[in-house]
Every structure is written in structure tokens, then in C-alpha cells.
């Protein structure tokens, strides 16, 4: 539920782009539709996440930028500076506390060791950065074609990320430790 509501701006961009092939519009939408997904996050758990800030944040500026300057290059920069700020925030906390982000996300549902949960951690971290190079690629590769960037945006990114998690639970499902069982067996 979570991940669809992080990518329900993203898809009400798609879905405003597709019927207008107006990227100015589609951002012009975007915006008021990242600020109610926050709101209503804040409604339902009254907090919102540093990266969701930070994604509004990137929002707002650069949609802003895209709309007031009428130039779409903006908006379509904010997935590579959103996806490499997350790899920056995941490394950095390698570093930094005694938790990796991704212990401190998962760890109250399952048990790994440190190893597996820094491995998990620089495994997202690189994640981000792919993620980051191939928009900037398409964006660099192919800067007339709109509908291939939002097609990217919408079904590459989230495809990716979908494959991406079941790939990391595979993963996690080889390392976690097995609960004590009972031994009922009669001899």
C-alpha cells in the first residue's frame, strides 16, 4: 500500500501527461498532488519521512522552475537528485549511528545478522545510483522524447523498484533466522 501511495503523484502525472502531451500541465499537477499525498500521510500516521520532505521539496522547486520558466528540463532532473540523495542518505548511515536505514525500516519484522543488513543497505545505495544514471540517460540520450521519459518514469522506475524488492527478499529470505521449533516427535 505504502509504495503505491508514494507512486500515486507519479501516476496522476502519467495519466495527466498521456491525455494532454503537455509536460508543463502534467507538472502543474504534480505539485498539488505531492502536497495531498502528504497531507494525507500526515492525516493517517501524523509524521512524514525526511525523503518524503525532501521529495516534496524537489517538487516544488523544480516543478516550479519547470512551470514559471516553461522549461521541462527541471522536472525531469528530480528523479535522478531524488534517487541519488537516497544513496547518499543510505551510504552516509553505513557510517553514521548504529543502524543502516534499512535495519532501522525492517528490522522490527525480521531478524538478520549486521553483515546482511549492510550488504542489504549498499545494495539499495547502488540501486539508487542506477536509477539515478538511467534517467539522466534518457534525459541526455533522448531530451526531445517526452513520452519515452514518462514512460520511463512511470513503469521503468516502478517495475525496476517492484523487481528490485522481490530480488531483496529472495535475498533476505536466505539469511533470516529460523525461529526456535518445538520437537513434538514421539521415539
Known amino acids: 500500500m505504502k ?6 503523484p507519479v501516476i496522476i502525472f502519467f495519466i495527466v501527461y498521456k491525455s494532454t502531451d503537455d509536460i508543463i500541465l502534467a ?7 505531492t502536497l495531498l499525498q502528504m497531507l494525507y500521510t500526515w492525516i493517517k500516521t501524523h509524521k512524514i519521512e525526511k525523503m518524503q520532505l525532501v521529495t516534496l521539496l524537489l517538487v516544488v522547486s523544480l516543478g516550479g522552475l519547470t512551470i514559471a520558466l516553461n522549461d521541462e528540463s527541471f522536472i525531469k532532473w528530480k528523479p535522478t537528485i531524488v534517487n541519488w540523495l537516497f544513496a547518499l542518505a543510505f551510504l552516509g548511515s553505513q557510517f553514521i549511528g548504529k543502524k543502516t536505514i534499512v535495519e532501522r525500516l525492517m ?6 545478522t549486521t553483515d546482511v543488513w549492510r550488504k542489504l543497505n549498499l545494495a539499495w545505495v547502488t540501486f539508487f545510483l542506477i536509477m539515478g544514471a538511467a534517467n539522466l540517460a534518457i534525459i541526455k540520450l533522448y531530451p526531445d522524447n517526452n513520452d519515452l521519459w514518462v514512460n520511463f518514469k512511470l513503469f521503468g522506475i516502478l517495475g525496476l523498484t517492484l523487481i528490485f524488492i522481490i ?3 529472495v535475498y ?4 533470516i533466522k529460523p525461529e526456535p521449533t518445538e520437537n513434538n516427535s514421539e521415539n
Open 27 to 33: 507538472t502543474a499537477v504534480l505539485i498539488p498532488a
Open 172 to 175: 533476505i529470505s536466505r539469511h
Open 3 to 8: 509504495i503505491l501511495l508514494d507512486f500515486l
Open 167 to 169: 530480488l531483496q527478499g
Open 107 to 112: 528490522s522490527s519484522a525480521i531478524e538478520l
